[in-house]
């Protein structure tokens, strides 16, 4: 009996790989683009979080070489915060603007009563 088991266990296919378990199981493409979607959103927070974060810490990285290299004063790391805030807002903007647009896109057009001529 143990043999049967074992044997049957030798037997079984790989599991497969990425979306095709949602495919085999009868959900269809809706669960692969909702799927995709999710990974999509991820992207764009992760990418929103580093056009904010960088310019700030590139900013401070920098002044702090000043500061040690040439002796820089340290009221240096208050324009330096400044200029990396406003480049941080200056992306965030354009990450926006470019979010925005894609999400217009995204949507049908809808058609009024005279704009159908």
């Known amino acids: 009996?143990?043999?049967?088991?074992?044997?049957?266990?030798?037997?079984?296919?790989?599991p497969p790989v990425g979306g095709e378990h949602?495919?085999?199981?009868?959900?269809?493409?809706d669960a692969v683009k909702g799927l995709y979607k999710t990974l999509e959103d991820l992207v764009w927070l992760t990418q929103l979080g580093?056009?904010?974060?960088?310019p700030l810490?590139?900013?401070?990285?920098?002044?702090?070489?000043a500061?040690?290299?040439?002796?820089?004063?340290?009221?240096v790391y208050?324009?330096?915060?400044?200029?990396?805030?406003a480049a941080g807002a200056?992306?965030?903007w354009v990450f926006a603007k470019e979010h925005l647009k894609r999400?217009?896109?995204?949507?049908?057009r809808r058609v009024g009563f005279n704009s159908h001529l």
Do not use: S
Not at 103 to 108: G, H, I, T, V
């Open 1 to 14: 009996m143990i043999k049967i088991l074992c044997e049957k266990n030798l037997h079984h296919a790989p």
């Open 22 to 29: 949602i495919l085999q199981q009868g959900r269809g493409t």
């Open 50 to 54: 580093l056009n904010l974060l960088l």
């Open 57 to 65: 810490v590139l900013c401070l990285g920098g002044c702090w070489w």
């Open 67 to 75: 500061v040690n290299h040439w002796g820089w004063p340290m009221w």
């Open 78 to 85: 208050i324009p330096a915060i400044l200029l990396g805030l």
């Open 90 to 92: 200056q992306n965030f």
């Open 103 to 108: 999400a217009q896109k995204d949507k049908p």
